[in-house]
Nanobody, 117 residues
Framework: QVQLVESGGGLVQPGGSLRLSCVAS????????MGWYRQAPGKERELVAT???????NYADSMKGRFTISRGNTKNTVYLQMNSLGPEDTAVYYC???????????WGQGTLVIVSS
């Protein structure tokens, strides 16, 4: 089992930046991909970005150029640097981890990001 804990959300003004963090614990050696998803009020959860254990990244089109996903040195931590934030980025941001074998995807509890003046 893998447990995920996100942090770094909060209130930010339009045009501002935030850095989200996600720390994985448990069977972290089974993880081959980590990522961020978000869910805005009244909308479905959507992909933000993912990063594999080999460092390959993937971004949703609307995040390219503004968001950067990266991993920490210990590889059980993943970050999401978000720049040029707008009100449309307001959402609960969830960390996700995919594991080798039959274990289902792991999800964190989410961290709320509000972009407002």
């Amino acid at each position: 089992q893998v447990q995920l804990v996100e942090s770094g959300g909060g209130l930010v003004q339009p045009g501002g930046s935030l850095r989200l963090s996600c720390v994985a614990s448990g069977n972290i050696f089974s993880i081959y991909r980590m990522g961020w998803y978000r869910q805005a009020p009244g909308k479905e959860r959507e992909l933000v970005a993912t990063i594999t254990d080999s460092g390959n990244t993937n971004y949703a089109d609307s995040m390219k150029g503004r968001f950067t996903i990266s991993r920490g040195n210990t590889k059980n931590t993943v970050y999401l640097q978000m720049n040029s934030l707008g009100p449309e980025d307001t959402a609960v941001y969830y960390c996700n981890a995919l594991q080798r074998g039959p274990s289902p995807a792991a999800w964190g509890q989410g961290t709320l990001v509000i972009v407002s003046s």
